[in-house]
C-alpha cells in the first residue's frame, strides 16, 4: 500500500452503473473495495461478498442468557431465598414469570444487537479517508461510489486509476491516507 493513498474512489450516477463495476472488479482480480450507496443494495453486498449473518447470532444468545437470567432470578427468590405461599400456588408459578422473563430477553437482545453493530462497523467513526474527497457527501443523496483500496495486492495507483476510469464514472478520484 503506498502511504500518501488510501485509495481511488469512482462516483457513478446509478446504483447499476456501480453494480457494473463492482462485477468489473471482482472479476479483474481485485479484492479490497468499498462500495458506497444512499441506500440498500442487497444484489450488491452479496456480489461483495458482504456477510451479516452474525447480528442474528447475537441477539438470539443475547436473548436467552437474558430470558434465563431473569427466570432464574425469579425462582431464587420465590422459591428458595424468600417462599412466600400466596393463595396456595406453586412457588414456582412459572406463568407468572414468562411476562418478564419475555421483556428482559428482548432488552437483552436489543442491546447486544445495538453493541454488536457498533462493534462490527466501529462506529461511531468520526472520520474516515473517503470523507475528504469532494463530493463524497453525495453518497447519502444521489451518487454511488466504488472505492479500491491501496491495500489489495494489485493496487498500482495508474492501473486502477486507468480501470476505473473504463468504467465510465462522472469522476476519478485519488483518497488521500489519514495521519
Not at 110 to 119: F, K, W
Request: some cysteine.
Amino acid at each position: 500500500m503506498t502511504q500518501d493513498i488510501y485509495g481511488i474512489i469512482a462516483e457513478f450516477e446509478t446504483p447499476d452503473a456501480l453494480a457494473d463495476a463492482v462485477r468489473r472488479a471482482k472479476r479483474a482480480g481485485f479484492t479490497q473495495i468499498d462500495a458506497f450507496s444512499p441506500f440498500p443494495l442487497t444484489d450488491l453486498a452479496r456480489e461483495m461478498g458482504t456477510r451479516t449473518t452474525a447480528i442474528p447470532w447475537i441477539a438470539l444468545v443475547a436473548g436467552l442468557i437474558g430470558a434465563g437470567l431473569q427466570y432464574g432470578a425469579q425462582y431464587w427468590m420465590n422459591a428458595i431465598d424468600y417462599p412466600l405461599n400466596v393463595g396456595g400456588r406453586p412457588l414456582n408459578s412459572w406463568p407468572t414469570f414468562i411476562p418478564s422473563t419475555l421483556i428482559v430477553a428482548i432488552l437483552w437482545a436489543g442491546t447486544a444487537t445495538l453493541l454488536g453493530l457498533l462493534l462490527i462497523l466501529r462506529l461511531p467513526r468520526l472520520h474516515h479517508p473517503v470523507f475528504s474527497v469532494h463530493d463524497f457527501k453525495r453518497a447519502s443523496e444521489d451518487r454511488f461510489f466504488l472505492c479500491i483500496l491501496g491495500s489489495d495486492p494489485l493496487f498500482e495507483p495508474d492501473g486502477v486509476r486507468c480501470f476505473l476510469e473504463a468504467q465510465l464514472p462522472t469522476s476519478v478520484r485519488e483518497v488521500p491516507a489519514c495521519d
